[in-house]
């Protein structure tokens, strides 16, 4: 099984749990040794209070895992005006409150635009993954350590504010990866005079797949059939069909598994085609096919094209 499995996440488990409950199904009911398991990881990690849509990679799947981290994200959920907490999520005590509260959806939506008409440099938050000299953020902020973080620029492609009932207003958002959605509710918050905090999420996408395909862990485990028969298995060669794509002679073929990266000049020129599955930013990245398998992908650095891995 190479390839990967659209997950709808539920509420009060992390990422990895998600992977450890899949490693410990095939381990005791399809009786598949450790040692045998295929390698499994994420495209994207999903906070323990967040749900949607989360991308297991299976097998050769995971060499892939970069080109989903990196990929476009989509979130819907609600914010309340009015209080806040540390992290900017329901998960820890108010620590912060405000009268001051939005006078009406129009007023928050204006607010909402300013994020996609101009550069927004988010600060990561100490409850977060994000690794500072080899430890989690959210390792120092359990032990009473704040550190001063670089603000990170981020891209809000799209936000829009759908319904507003005081204090409480329901969005959707489009952006780059590595964007923490709390973060963007609590300068959501400071921006219109008041707090914030974010209190639900769930995603919707990241970069062509959407939750709308994912099945919850709960029926992947009660199926009968094997994962790479679920209406959720994506299989490894459909993977990054969000990507433009180019096509490779079989001589082209041999000559990248024998590392002359010369080679890739010509396949670009000849037939690059753009994804006909996704309106992002993707152009600086290429898969590369034969006989419609996914052998090699292509990178654009500083306006150069170079080859970045080939699979065998």
Not at 82 to 89: F, S
Not at 213 to 220: K, S, V
Request: charged share 25%.
């Amino acid at each position: 099984m190479d390839g990967a499995l659209l997950i709808q996440k539920d509420p009060g488990i992390t990422s990895f749990g998600v992977i450890e409950v899949l490693k410990r199904h095939l381990r005791d009911t399809k009786k598949i040794k450790s040692k045998d398991l295929p390698k499994l990881g994420h495209g994207g990690t999903l906070d323990p209070f967040a749900t949607g849509l989360l991308i297991v990679l299976v097998g050769r799947g995971v060499k892939l895992a970069r080109y989903f981290l990196g990929a476009t994200k989509g979130y819907e959920g609600w914010i309340k005006f009015g209080e806040t907490t540390v992290p900017g999520d329901p998960t820890s005590p108010v620590t912060e409150t405000s009268s001051n509260l939005p006078r009406d959806l129009e007023a928050i939506q204006d607010l909402a635009t300013r994020f996609t008409r101009q550069p927004y440099l988010q600060t990561p938050p100490m409850h977060s993954a994000k690794k500072v000299n080899g430890r989690p953020l959210y390792e120092l902020a359990r032990e009473g350590i704040e550190i001063e973080r670089e603000p990170k620029l981020c891209h809000l492609y799209e936000f829009n504010i759908s319904d507003y009932q005081s204090p409480r207003a329901q969005f959707q958002v489009k952006c780059s990866s590595g964007t923490y959605i709390r973060t963007l509710a609590q300068d959501l918050g400071r921006l219109s005079q008041s707090v914030a905090m974010l209190e639900s999420l769930n995603r919707t996408q990241s970069g062509v797949f959407r939750n709308a395909n994912a099945w919850n862990i709960t029926a992947i485990l009660d199926s009968e059939q094997n994962w790479d028969q679920l209406p959720c298995w994506v299989p490894f060669d459909d993977l990054l069909k969000g990507y433009p794509s180019a096509e490779a002679t079989a001589g082209e073929h041999q000559a990248l598994l024998q590392g002359k990266q010369s080679v890739i000049f010509s396949i670009l020129k000849r037939t690059i085609q753009p994804s006909e599955k996704s309106s992002e930013r993707t152009d600086d990245c290429v898969g590369i096919y034969h006989a419609n398998r996914i052998i090699a992908i292509a990178r654009k650095v500083d306006d150069l094209w170079g080859l970045e891995r080939v699979l065998t």
